[in-house]
């Protein structure tokens, strides 16, 4: 089992920044592939943005490229998500996940472990 646990959400007006942050413990955290995911108010989950085990491969969705940047300590047990240039709609719940495989996938159900989810809410 992995627990994970999110943290770093909260209210920001459009155009600033936030960085969540998801400490993971119960297995070895290198092994593996972390993503975030979110969830806005009605809509479904989608990914985010995803990272390799070792921290050297990243895959984003179109609409954070650029301004999102996912990076992970695996000292520390720690995903970060880097958010600039928040805007109202990137408002949503915020979830890590983990993945014992290689690859990075954008399909949820490829994620084994969720964490409880932090919220972000950008006002315009």
């Known amino acids: 089992q992995v627990q994970l646990v999110e943290s770093g959400g909260g209210l920001v007006q459009a155009g600033g920044s936030l960085t969540l942050s998801c400490i993971a413990s119960?297995?070895?955290?290198?092994?593996?592939?972390m993503g975030w995911f979110r969830q806005g108010p009605g809509e479904e989950r989608e990914f985010v943005g995803g990272i390799s085990r070792s921290g050297s491969s990243t895959d984003y969705t179109d609409a954070v490229k650029g301004r999102f940047t996912i990076s992970r300590d695996n000292a520390k047990n720690t995903v970060y998500l880097q958010m600039n240039g928040l805007k109202p709609e990137d408002t949503a719940v915020y979830y890590c996940?983990?993945?014992?495989?290689?690859?990075?996938?954008?399909?949820?159900?490829?994620?084994?472990?969720w964490g409880r989810g932090t919220q972000v809410t950008v006002s315009s």
């Open positions: 119960g297995r070895t955290f290198s092994n593996y592939v």
């Open positions: 996940a983990a993945r014992s495989y290689l690859s990075i996938v954008r399909r949820d159900s490829a994620y084994e472990y």
